[in-house]
């Protein structure tokens, strides 16, 4: 079991940052892979930002060059730097954890912090 917890969100206005920190209930070396993924109003949910344990990371095209994912093993916290924020980055950020074990994934969901882009 993994429990998340989520914080960071709030209001910004556009051109702005904000950091989202996601702490996990065990050490972050047991865990495959983290990231972040978001939900605006009406859409899917998509993945924004990955980091596997061995440290790669992948961003959605999107948010290249904006948002940095990053991890503190000593903290077991996952961030998600975000600047140069645009009004269609609202959305609730979602931070996920996929552990496998014996060949069967389980998959770890926060409950979500809000992150409104607006001015």
């Known amino acids: 079991q993994v429990q998340l917890v989520e914080s960071g969100g709030g209001l910004v206005q556009p051109g702005g940052s904000l950091r989202l920190s996601c702490a996990a209930s065990?050490?972050?070396?047991?865990?495959?892979?983290m990231g972040w993924y978001r939900q605006a109003p009406g859409k899917q949910r998509e993945l924004v930002a990955g980091?596997?344990?061995?440290?790669?990371?992948n961003y959605a095209d999107s948010v290249k060059g904006r948002f940095t994912i990053s991890r503190d093993n000593v903290k077991n916290t996952v961030y998600l730097q975000m600047n140069s924020l645009k009004p269609e980055d609202t959305a609730v950020y979602y931070c996920n954890a996929i552990v496998v074990v014996l060949g069967t994934t389980y998959d770890y969901w926060g409950q979500g912090t809000q992150v409104t882009v607006s001015s």
């Open positions: 065990r050490s972050i070396f047991s865990i495959n892979a």
């Open positions: 980091i596997i344990s061995g440290g790669s990371t």
